[in-house]
């Protein structure tokens, strides 16, 4: 861990922002921050789970109807997933050197790597739209708008079903972690985080991280299936 | 004992300082009115189902107003009473003190868990509004999704937010044991009814996520006619009922391991005695909680379930008994040369340990599968699962309620009313719930809105021992009511029980402890404050 | 009221007696040791009793050869049971080979019933004593469930997919069919009887009975020709589909080289989805049937479909059905 810029030491925690101080519960901020990052793995562990019964249901039907999966899947476009998986990592980069930055209270860069992540977020999910409409178009969405030529339909469908709840929540749940964010940007600007004290910065990167491995498991399981056959 | 007669309840006024609180005694306290309101709520609906019944013809009500009936029973009393219920309120209250703490790993985060789960009940009582549920608190697909006319929707957000509650409750349970223990306090010195309450935190965090996905697919299949379990759209009904019952059996855990844990407290209390085998008991809890995640197929024997599955499922099931028989047992035998008070509290937990075992034991018929296929689906279910989660859940909440009630508030309760309702409550449950074990056997199915004449009599019979549960649960309603104003004033430790809880004073000051204390005594270790007190003045382990 | 009420249920199936053995012993385990603690801690509770305010207990240390044995002993009851109700859970599978197939439609709210002699039924079921009988049964819309307490045992009826159940009725009468799971609206009354009758009584039924006539496997046939299956199922067609005389029971191999057994399930599934599974040597061409048959034209092709080929032992016609019947 590199030594702190001046500057951190002498910024005062503005009254406002209080609750970054120690919590009139704890012992120390050593115990404060051991509970607060066991509270988000915690927090993710559910998280697993969460997208464990989706998974179940994606393993079930991928199963019974393999073929139509991998028709399924030949539909999506690769090479927006690849990119989208990249500014992802791209993006868990950003985060971690915003807890990095955090670490040693360099407070412009914590929020400049955090307004990165956010930016990159946004590619995703700006090319997330543009795939949806692609589907949209081409009659890919469950429910009335659905159409599928030949005989496989009914389980393509099944596919797509799968794939649009997956992403979808995985979105969401993007969509969220973006919003907390950018409520951590504007705290970060004011000094709340010191080298002593920024729990948040870093459950806010354990959840970041997480949302990563995520995509990193529905990519392939989505987009790659049946691409080694010719 | 504190001098000052500034406490928890009195140091603060207005609705503001009680819904932004942070205390967690405050949020037990918002638990307690709200799981009772729920409760009394789904018990009416209980009411109206055993008048409907005492005759075979369908003929108080419709049975599409019969469906919803036992739908929002089911729904509520699970999802809004059951599991918050000891957790909510007397885990909340007791648990930091317990071990010595000012107050929960995360306060904020305890009170939006109260707020998202009155969220869920708004939106139950949106659909109980708009005509209620009919779907059966399990929502069996394609029913649910497909055919069901009814606010179906709400309800399962109404329980997705229940769920979400029970999670940040768990987190918060499983953090504080580990990170806020004070000095002194190793985890083998912990009361069993915080291993009881970190076991369940287990549960909660890991299974009440299958259920929010399984839920949110549901909503899509019926908003959006996504096909994931209905067959007319591809999709596979065996499939929810295996996601539902990955949640729903260790619900019941969830339920069970905290009225585990609230009956450890009373025998050692009342026993004056340490519990025997008490790192049993602590690891039995632990066994429950993981061994719980693996039975869930014994709901599915006949459901199309592969035979083999359900051999497995079933061999687990017996496994997942032993240890809830073993802390039957260990509370028998702390019994043993004990000092045995025969106070309301006790009376309840000596009622537990009788119910518990039909309950436990029925249960144990129900995952063998050659039972099973005759008695699935029948009054025999109902009659098991009422004796574990009425007759045990409900009487340990109700014991642990009354042993607590001095701390939480300061008072005491009228003693000879306490205990002519805990007797009304033990005769009523039995005579309610017995002749159903006989109706499941004949071969009434659940969810039976009229049936077959020869079933009528067990059905009177039912209703009848209802009609005197019910008047058990109203008198405490009515005295514990009464006696927070009315009652006397209590010490500190009204019944000389062993506990960092009653070190302090009755009701606690708003940050529990003066000084966070030092514990150097092991668990209900009764013989050496008696010792420390002949030798000495004070008891050792006092705050001040 | 009904006064004069059973405490027990009619024995009226092969099955019962065992399951009843089964439920006798978990029920004496269960008042045994339910007996025996109510009354060990009604007996310390008293003999312990508090005589002095301040009386504490005396110190316990627990046993741990006491734990391990109320540990292990209740485990091996339980897997005594476990055991027991395992093979009689097989039992109940596994219907015997002779077995009478009979066919069963579930709806909201009601249960319909044909006789392999072509006979339907709805609500009350005729059945002969002595001879076992395996329902094959579906739905046509949520899950029901086929509960007959005299017979004891249960299974779920599900749509999209065939379900067994089997028994042998031992004693002439007319017990309770209800449906035992919960499938909204007038579940309660979606109730029925089967009548249990001797031999003698049950043929004359059978020839006296109104709604008789065309046995099934014949209707089946005309729903064969008139849906044009003919067109590509028959030896002699010039587009071909795999060839159905004598296929049902035997594995057949698939596109993909994962092999099925052609059963009930299979037939419904490939008349109404037949690109799921195709037979290896063949195109997907046939068209899907989805939403043009009712689950009881269904049943009706795949009874025509087992009845074809099925006094002689296998090999169908010409050309390329030696792949069906691998």
Not at chain 2, 534 to 539: E, F, K, L, N
Request: proline letters at 5%; one cysteine or more.
């Amino acid at each position: 861990m590199s030594t702190a810029p001046p500057e951190a030491q002498t910024q005062p925690v503005s009254s406002k922002l209080r609750p970054w101080g120690k919590q009139h519960h704890f012992d120390s901020f050593d115990q404060q921050q051991e509970a607060s990052y066991f509270g988000m793995w915690l927090f993710l562990a559910q998280e697993v789970m969460f997208f464990g019964g989706l998974f179940t249901a994606y393993i079930v039907y991928r199963t019974e109807h393999t073929f139509a999966f991998t028709l399924g899947s030949r539909e999506l476009d690769v090479q927006l997933g690849v990119i989208n998986t990249a500014v992802l990592i791209g993006s868990s980069l950003t985060m971690a050197l915003a807890v990095w930055a955090a670490q040693t209270g360099r407070r412009k860069a914590i929020v400049a790597f955090m307004i990165l992540t956010i930016l990159l977020g946004g590619v995703f999910l700006g090319i997330k739209t543009v795939e949806y409409s692609a589907k949209w178009e081409h009659h890919l969405v469950p429910g009335p708008n659905f159409h599928w030529e030949g005989s496989q339909g009914n389980r393509v469908e099944m596919f797509f079903n799968l794939y649009f709840v997956m992403t979808g929540l995985h979105a969401l749940h993007m969509i969220i972690g973006m919003v907390i964010m950018a409520v951590a940007c504007w705290w970060a600007w004011r000094g709340a985080f010191t080298p002593e004290n920024h729990n948040f910065i870093e459950g806010l990167g354990l959840y970041w991280h997480f949302v990563d491995i995520v995509w990193i498991f529905l990519f392939p399981l989505l987009y790659l299936l049946g691409r080694n056959v010719g | 004992m504190s001098a000052e007669n500034t406490n928890y309840l009195n140091n603060n006024y207005g609705v503001k300082s009680w819904l932004l609180t942070i205390d967690h005694k405050r949020i037990a306290i918002l638990y307690l009115i709200s799981v009772t309101f729920f409760f009394l709520l789904g018990g009416l609906f209980a009411a109206l189902i055993r008048i409907e019944l005492v005759t075979p013809a369908g003929d108080m009500v419709q049975a599409d107003t019969y469906n919803r009936l036992f739908t929002l029973h089911g729904v509520l009393m699970i999802f809004f009473f059951l599991i918050p219920a000891i957790p909510g309120v007397l885990g909340n209250f007791l648990l930091p003190i317990m071990i010595g703490a000012k107050d929960m790993a995360f306060p904020k985060i305890n009170l939006a868990s109260w707020y998202i789960y009155m969220a869920g009940g708004l939106f139950g009582a949106w659909a109980m509004l708009n005509g209620g549920v009919d779907t059966g608190w399990t929502f069996y697909t394609p029913f649910s999704t497909s055919f069901s006319n009814t606010y179906v929707i709400s309800t399962a957000i109404g329980g997705f937010l229940a769920g979400f509650s029970s999670i940040l409750t768990g987190i918060n349970f499983i953090v504080t044991v580990h990170r806020l223990r004070a000095p002194g306090l190793t985890w083998f010195r912990l009361p069993l009814f915080v291993w009881a309450h970190y076991a369940t935190g287990i549960i909660q965090v890991l299974a009440t996520p299958v259920l929010a996905i399984t839920l949110v697919l549901m909503i899509a299949e019926r908003a959006f006619r996504i096909g994931i379990f209905d067959p007319a759209l591809g999709g596979d009904p065996v499939l929810f009922q295996h996601l539902f019952w990955f949640y729903s059996h260790p619900a019941v855990y969830i339920m069970i391991l905290p009225a585990m844990g609230v009956m450890s407290e009373l025998i050692t209390a009342f026993a004056r005695k340490r519990i025997f085998g008490y790192k049993v008991v602590a690891a039995a809890s632990v066994t429950i909680a993981v061994l719980g995640f693996l039975v869930w197929g014994h709901h599915m024997f006949v459901s199309s379930q592969s035979p083999y599955a359900g051999v497995i499922f079933s061999f687990l099931s017996m496994l997942v008994a032993v240890p809830s028989a073993v802390k039957v047992f260990n509370w028998t035998a702390t019994l043993y040369e004990g000092s045995v008070s025969w106070d309301t509290p006790m009376l309840y937990a000596l009622g537990f340990i009788g119910l518990f075992t039909i309950g436990g034991l029925t249960g144990v018929m129900l995952a063998t599968m050659g039972i099973d296929i005759h008695v699935h689906d029948t009054y025999f279910v109902v009659a098991h699962f009422h004796y574990v989660m009425v007759g045990s859940v409900l009487m340990a909440y109700l014991g642990g309620l009354h042993f607590w009630w001095p701390k939480i508030t300061g008072r005491l309760y009228p003693v000879f009313w306490a205990k002519i309702s805990a007797l009304l409550v033990f005769v009523g449950f039995n005579l309610t719930f017995f002749p159903q074990f006989l109706l499941g056997y004949l071969g009434m199915p659940r969810r039976y809105h009229a049936y077959p004449e020869e079933f009528q009599v067990l059905n009177v019979f039912s209703s009848a021992g209802a009609s005197v549960l019910g008047l058990g649960y109203l008198i405490p309603l009515i005295y514990l009511f009464w006696s927070m104003r009315y009652g006397k004033k209590a010490t500190s430790n009204p019944d000389d029980a062993f506990g960092l809880e009653w070190e302090t004073s009755s009701p606690p000051p708003t940050h529990n402890f003066h000084e966070t204390p030092n514990v150097t005594f092991e668990a209900y270790d009764y013989a050496a404050r008696e010792t420390a007190r002949q030798a000495m003045t004070q008891p050792v382990g006092d705050p001040e | 009221m009904k006064l004069d009420f059973p405490l027990f249920p009619d024995t009226a199936s092969t099955l019962a007696p065992e399951l009843d053995a089964l439920y006798f012993f978990g029920l004496l385990v269960a008042a045994v040791c339910s007996v025996v603690i109510g009354l060990v801690v009604f007996y310390l509770a008293i003999r312990y009793r508090r005589t002095e305010a301040n009386q504490v207990g005396k110190p316990e240390k627990g046993g741990l050869w006491l734990e391990i044995t109320w540990s292990v002993i209740p485990l091996g009851v339980m897997m005594f049971m476990f055991v027991w109700g395992a093979k009689v859970f097989f039992e109940a599978q596994r219907p015997p080979a002779d077995a009478a197939e009979y066919y069963v439609t579930a709806k909201q709210w009601m249960w319909k019933f044909q006789h392999p002699e072509g006979h339907r039924e709805i609500n009350t079921l005729h059945v002969p004593v002595g001879q076992p009988i395996k329902l094959i049964m579906t739905s046509e819309d949520v899950i029901h469930s086929f509960f007959v307490p005299a017979f004891r045992g249960k299974m779920d009826v599900l749509p999209g997919r065939y379900t067994q159940y089997w028994f042998e009725a031992t004693k002439p009468g007319t017990y309770h069919l209800f449906c035992a799971e919960y499938c909204g609206g007038e579940h309660s009354r979606m109730r029925g009887s089967i009548v249990v009758m001797e031999a003698r009584e049950y043929e004359a039924w059978l020839s006296g009975s109104a709604s008789g006539g065309t046995a099934v496997a014949a209707t089946g046939a005309e729903i064969f020709e008139a849906r044009t299956c003919n067109t590509c199922h028959r030896p002699d067609s010039s587009l071909q589909g795999p060839q159905l005389e004598g296929i049902f029971g035997h594995e057949v191999e698939l596109t993909d080289g994962s092999t099925v057994t052609v059963d009930e399930s299979y037939i419904r599934e490939s008349i109404l989805d037949p690109a799921a599974k195709v037979v290896k040597g063949y195109q997907p061409l046939m068209p899907t049937y989805q939403g043009q048959l009712s689950e009881e034209e269904l049943l009706q092709l795949i009874i025509y479909i087992k009845a074809l080929g099925a006094e002689e032992d296998v090999e169908p016609a010409e050309e390329a059905s030696s792949e069906a019947a691998s």
